[in-house]
């Protein structure tokens, strides 16, 4: 038997830090200016191009892997937001036992920024971290975010659904691998435990169950997420295809 060792949330999180930059989240008092919430992110693009969260996330995805349709783009920033997501999510029901309420309205992002995403919450409200539970990990991330995440992209950008939760998966099998590395390398065997049995879960849950095979903490998806139509880009580690198509653009679309 596992001993599960759980510690209640700190304001500064502070736990997740040890784990690298795709599972830090700021809290409240960090940032310097005003940003837009993820719920401005997700709702309809105001008349002003400046003031669209989104539209300037594309654009910055766009510009600086040099995509040669912003779909591609989309999908990209898209994957990058959800590794943040899970990754926050994931490590903090591993080390915490509970995770903080990430309602969109709480959730600042800089759409600006560099890569991994920065995330500021504004209050660390504490919440449980079962997988399926009505305040659990499923709906503070695939039906919070993700679901209108994905609507947004799609009806903006005409980015297929299937890709897009192709991509939720593989954020979630990215950031639940680099979990159980650093809950291995530091003898952490409770928190390793718990992120495969959480992914375990939320692997089942029906937007996620087809996205992909898994084997242990490998993870190979049924979708691709375009980025080999990037110049000079490949295939990702769990694409679904060996190497780059030579088909139509739009073969890989869904």
């Known amino acids: 038997m596992v001993l599960l060792l759980f510690v209640d949330l700190d304001p500064d999180l502070a736990a997740l830090r040890p784990l690298g930059g795709f599972f830090v989240l700021h809290t409240a008092g960090e940032t310097l200016r005003p940003l837009p919430t993820l719920a401005d992110t997700y709702g309809a693009p105001p008349s002003d191009p400046q003031g669209d969260p989104l539209g300037l996330r594309v654009r910055k995805v766009a510009n600086a892997l040099h995509a040669p349709e912003p779909r591609i783009a989309a999908s990209i920033a898209q994957q990058g937001l959800a590794a943040r997501l899970w990754s926050v999510t994931l490590g903090c029901a591993a080390l915490y036992g509970r995770v903080p309420d990430l309602d969109p309205a709480l959730l600042r992002w800089d759409p600006e920024g560099s890569a991994p995403d920065d995330l500021w919450l504004t209050d660390v409200r504490p919440l449980p971290a079962d997988a399926a539970a009505p305040t659990g990990l499923a709906d503070a991330v695939l039906h919070a ?110």
Do not use: I, K
């Open 145 to 254: 975010h993700l679901e209108p995440l994905a609507a947004a992209l799609h009806s903006r950008y005409r980015v297929a659904t299937g890709l897009l939760w192709g991509n939720a998966g593989s954020a979630l099998a990215g950031a639940a691998r680099q979990l159980d590395q650093w809950a291995r390398a530091h003898r952490r065997t409770d928190a390793a435990a718990r992120a495969r049995a959480l992914t375990e879960e939320l692997f089942a849950h029906p937007l996620l169950a087809d996205t992909g095979t898994r084997t242990g903490t490998v993870f190979r998806r049924r979708s691709c997420c375009l980025y080999y139509r990037v110049p000079g880009g490949g295939v990702c580690g769990d694409c679904c295809f060996p190497r780059p198509p030579r088909s139509s653009p739009r073969a890989t679309s869904g």
